[in-house]
């Protein structure tokens, strides 16, 4: 099983940007796709963003807006989430996770999961 570990969290202010990463473990990590989720105290676990295995496709949440990128780097085993105009909507944990599906923005169809980073925007 691929493991998982995020970083790049923290404070920042609003308006500001943060890159966060995760990085994986194993020789299979280039043929899952992968998602970031965020959760903040006291709501659902939501979608990020995904990016499939070989990177030819992206989609992201609504909540987004163009805000947001997603990216992965096969030689690295990492994938990355570019997060700018940050507002104090989007403090949340956030998780990467691997899906066996080819496609997919549904939490429940992701099935191992990152211990997540804490994302805290300040006003």
């Known amino acids: 099983q691929v493991q998982l570990v995020e970083s790049g969290g923290g404070l920042v202010q609003a308006g500001g940007s943060l890159r966060l990463s995760c990085a994986a473990s194993?020789?299979?990590?280039?043929?899952?796709?992968m998602g970031w989720f965020r959760q903040a105290p006291g709501r659902e676990r939501e979608f990020a963003a995904t990016?499939?295995?070989?990177?030819?496709?992206?989609s992201y949440g609504d909540f987004v807006k163009g805000r947001f990128t997603i990216s992965r780097d096969k030689a690295k085993n990492t994938v990355y989430l570019q997060m700018n105009s940050l507002n104090p909507e989007d403090t949340a944990v956030y998780y990467c996770?691997?899906?066996?599906?080819?496609?997919?923005?549904?939490?429940?169809?992701?099935?191992?999961w990152g211990q997540g980073t804490q994302v805290t925007v300040s006003s």
């Open positions: 996770a691997t899906t066996r599906r080819l496609f997919s923005t549904r939490t429940n169809e992701y099935d191992n």
């Open positions: 194993g020789r299979t990590f280039s043929s899952y796709t």
């Open positions: 990016i499939t295995w070989n990177g030819n496709t992206t």
